[in-house]
């Protein structure tokens, strides 16, 4: 079990789920593309990708994982998901950067 917590074993099941699952389970059941694009894509993978980042430092875990999410993503975007929905991993990328980043500042500024 060790050698799971390690790896992350968490971290990479909800990118899998979030970037493979859900594009493909809203392609097939035939969400609107108004949907899929506001509610999945804007709100509900954004705020992922900065509880990632957060989550990400908080568990002191290398800070390159802040790239696995997006890619994930990129790969179910680029199976499931129209052409332009392929810009949301760098926006997803920027995010989750951010959301490292930002909990990194305010850990630094409360010691």
């Known amino acids: 079990m060790a050698v799971l917590e390690r790896i992350g074993w968490r971290y990479w099941l909800v990118s899998l789920g979030m970037g493979l699952v859900v594009p493909a389970l809203a392609t097939w059941i035939g969400i609107s593309p108004v949907w899929r694009f506001g509610g999945l894509l804007i709100v509900i993978n954004g705020l992922l990708a900065v509880m990632l980042g957060r989550w990400i430092f908080r568990r002191s875990q290398p800070g390159w994982w802040v790239i696995v999410w997006p890619v994930v993503y990129l790969i179910g975007s680029m199976l ?16 989750s950067y951010l959301g490292y980043g930002l909990t990194q500042t305010k850990k630094s500024v409360e010691s």
Do not use: H
Request: charged content about 5%.
């Open 80 to 95: 499931f998901l129209p052409q332009y929905t392929r810009y949301f991993a760098i926006v997803y990328l920027c995010l």
